[in-house]
């Protein structure tokens, strides 16, 4: 048996392919002709990819037997390296994973995950070996389906989440309605999430649509130098509660953008993340070694966001947030430090710097349907 890996995602994650020698490496007799690589396409739905003679080749190899006849044998390993690289980051999906709660011992659906589609490394082979033979030069990708890591309940149970890692909140305290509205059902979307081990999370991904059909309502936010009514104003009071729950874990973070201007419902400058779809976005790494589950909740006037996890020893000081220039106009800059240690070793110091500009430069432009 010969061991050959396809990437699956931009996430980095690896499906191992197991291929019997006799199925992508066997010899193929193709008669008394010989194959010359030239120019291919490789096809799906409407995306197309143009590869040259030169990559082709390597696909392949031929020889003639003491009869004259031709045989082919795949180089599975060129063409799972092609795949990787140009077609699969591009069109693999990966579901969405199931979230789950557990209650007083009982595991509880929150959410059921999707399946995605994932290229299906095997098939797409043998549909290039095919179309060589034939003399075709384009072959459409073979897919299949992937099964996201949790999907059912017992997919859950396997886990552990023995330790309360942090436990973060805002105060929303005096927000309109709509906005009080808006952070609930985002606030919900998190609860049950679990970020495995060295997996990148992103803000973004898991919030998915915010509009009237996802049940949000119009509030204001701050968009192309206005601040204006827009279905789902009030998330970031989410995403940063999520972006201090990560800094206080001591998890790294990959990205993150302060607000326009000052917003007051965040407290002390310098502490908040702003989202919006497809970005800016809010992203970290869950570095802890183990996997880490969100509980989540809005109680009373407060976003409480708890990661449970396994405790692998790091001491976590937050430096901040201190304002350190401040204008008549009420532009600032202010800044915030995460400082991460192991073994009495610092592992990460990292230091995010907020530069607010002035809210005149934002005025409010409120529009017919505004809430």
């Known amino acids: 048996m010969r061991k050959f890996v396809i990437l699956a995602s931009l996430l980095t994650l690896v499906l191992p392919v197991v291929v019997s020698a006799?199925?992508?490496?066997?010899?193929?007799?193709?008669?008394?002709?010989?194959?010359t690589a030239q120019p291919f396409q490789v096809v799906f739905g409407s995306k197309k990819w143009s590869v040259p003679a030169a990559q082709v080749k390597l696909w392949f190899k031929t020889r003639k037997l003491n009869d004259g006849t031709s045989v082919l044998q795949l180089r599975p390993g060129a063409i799972y390296d092609y795949l990787n690289v140009y077609?699969?980051?591009?069109?693999?999906?990966?579901?969405?994973?199931?979230?789950?709660?557990?209650?007083?011992?009982?595991?509880?659906?929150?959410?059921?995950?999707?399946?995605?589609?994932?290229?299906?490394?095997?098939?797409?082979?043998?549909a290039i070996r095919a179309a060589l033979i034939a003399g075709q030069n384009?072959?459409?990708?073979?897919?299949?389906?992937?099964?996201?890591?949790?999907?059912?309940?017992?997919?859950?149970?396997?886990?552990?989440?023995?330790?309360?890692?942090?436990?973060?909140?805002?105060?929303?305290?005096?927000?309109?309605?709509?906005?009080?509205?808006?952070i609930t059902v985002g606030t919900q979307q998190y609860n049950g999430v679990v970020i495995m081990p060295n997996q990148e999370f992103s803000f973004n991904s898991y919030?998915?649509?915010v509009d009237a059909e996802h049940g949000y309502l119009p509030e204001l936010v701050i968009k192309e130098h206005v601040t204006t009514p827009e279905f789902g104003g009030g998330i970031c009071q989410v995403s940063t509660t999520t972006f201090r729950a990560a800094m206080t874990a001591g998890l790294k973070i990959t990205a993150r953008h302060n607000h326009a201007y000052v917003v007051h419902y965040y407290g002390a400058p310098g502490f908040d993340a702003t989202v919006y779809v497809p970005s800016p976005d809010l992203r970290f790494i869950n570095d802890t070694g183990k996997p880490i589950l969100f509980k989540t909740s809005v109680t009373g006037s407060k976003v409480v966001f708890e990661l449970w996890g396994t405790n692998d020893g790091r001491q976590v000081t937050i430096n901040g947030p201190f304002t350190t220039e401040k204008k008549p106009d009420g532009s600032l800059t202010a800044a915030v430090a995460q400082v991460v240690k192991k073994n009495g070793k610092t592992i990460r110091e990292d230091n995010f710097v907020s530069k607010y500009q002035s809210p005149d430069k934002f005025p409010k432009v409120l529009k017919a349907n505004g809430g």
């Open 22 to 35: 006799d199925t992508l490496t066997k010899e193929v007799s193709i008669g008394a002709s010989s194959i």
């Open 87 to 126: 077609i699969s980051p591009k069109i693999n999906t990966l579901g969405t994973n199931s979230r789950f709660q557990t209650i007083k011992g009982v595991t509880h659906l929150v959410e059921g995950g999707k399946k995605g589609q994932i290229v299906d490394g095997i098939k797409t082979s043998l």
């Open 138 to 182: 384009n072959v459409v990708v073979r897919m299949k389906e992937y099964r996201p890591i949790l999907f059912s309940a017992e997919d859950f149970k396997k886990l552990q989440f023995p330790t309360l890692l942090t436990r973060a909140e805002t105060n929303f305290t005096g927000s309109p309605k709509n906005r009080v509205h808006n």
């Open 207 to 209: 919030l998915g649509a």
